[in-house]
């Protein structure tokens, strides 16, 4: 009975042994999923570019006639299934759900005020775009690297990722994810899409920033709560 398997999920640990840390890091994470949501809006807005995944999945959804929130879930259930045949729940929790659950639709409904807010094409402006460009794709950044670094359980997309660099071993892991987000990239244009430099730039930077954030969070914030890696 001690070995569960419920007790090997991602945030477990700190759910039984300290309740009020654990809907702290639920909040955070949620927070940071739904920022996620809402800056793929505006990126997808302005038709510069999002992040890989979710360039392969606007592809594959255009395609197939689907909105990006149903498609996403149904392509996230069937890689979550994946995941946790290959390696348990280990890398899933509350984070994995909120991920795989909010974002696309997140994305359909941000983009729907949009349209119902501003002008026809107002994100395709000489000065609107670039700065929302710019904005969303910083705040895209930065929210997905708290999201990966809140040990709160990855998305399927992520965790298969985090399964490959565990795999190869002495591979750090921004060089796995540049690679793992090419692939995606590819997917989406074998779909049909051409990526834009917005596409390029995360597949590039994603990883690093994750490492980045990861680091910060490990210091002042993990550190703090008295977690050790």
Known sequence: MKNKWYRTWAGYDRL???KKEFTGNVIMVVVAVL???ISLSFLLETDLGTDPYTFMNVSISETIGWSLGNWQLVFNTAMLITAILITGVKLIGPGSIANMVLIGYTVDLCRWILHKVFPENF????VARPV???LGLIAFLISAAVY???RMGLSPYDALGKIICNTASG???FIVRIAFD????ALG???GDIPSIGTILMAIFLGPMITFVGSFMDRYIFKKSGEKK
């Open 132 to 134: 929302t460009f710019i």
């Open 182 to 185: 090419s692939l995606a990239v």
């Open 123 to 126: 994100f395709m402006g000489p």
């Open 171 to 173: 591979l750090p892991f």
């Open 16 to 18: 039984k042994e300290n």
């Open 148 to 150: 990966m670094n809140s």
């Open 189 to 191: 244009m074998i779909f």
């Open 35 to 37: 920022c996620m949501g």
